[in-house]
């Protein structure tokens, strides 16, 4: 079982750094590869940033984030990271922090309550 908490979202001017974290409850954080996703109003939720179990040396970005948001993790903190940079107004969205024992392709098993991100023009 893993508890996921997210934090650090809020309103910020489109080219404007954000960084949210998740902190997971959980002696096994590590084991976990860990993701953020994002759902906007009226669309579904896609995958956004991954990374991989233990030393996180495998990380993964959709297109539209890739140079402008960065995935880490320290797992003596059970936290995970979204570094995100050069924001822009369809970067809006809630962003959910998940965690999945089946690898950095598999299916989330745990899930966070979301943080709001609001990108103003």
């Known amino acids: 079982q893993v508890q996921l908490v997210e934090s650090g979202g809020g309103l910020v001017q489109a080219g404007g750094p954000l960084r949210l974290s998740c902190a997971a409850a959980?002696?096994?954080?590590?084991?976990?590869?860990m993701g953020w996703f994002r759902q906007a109003p009226g669309k579904e939720r896609e995958s956004v940033a991954r990374?991989?179990?233990?030393?996180?040396?495998?990380?993964y970005y959709v297109d539209s984030v890739k140079g402008r948001f960065t995935i880490s993790r320290d797992n003596a903190k059970n936290t995970v990271y979204l570094q995100m940079s050069s924001l822009k107004p369809e970067d809006t969205a809630v962003y959910y922090c998940a965690a999945s024992s089946r690898g950095l392709q598999g299916a989330s098993e745990y899930w966070g309550q979301g943080t709001q991100v609001t990108v103003s023009s």
């Open positions: 990374i991989s179990s233990w030393s996180g040396g495998i990380t």
């Open positions: 959980g002696r096994t954080f590590s084991s976990y590869a």
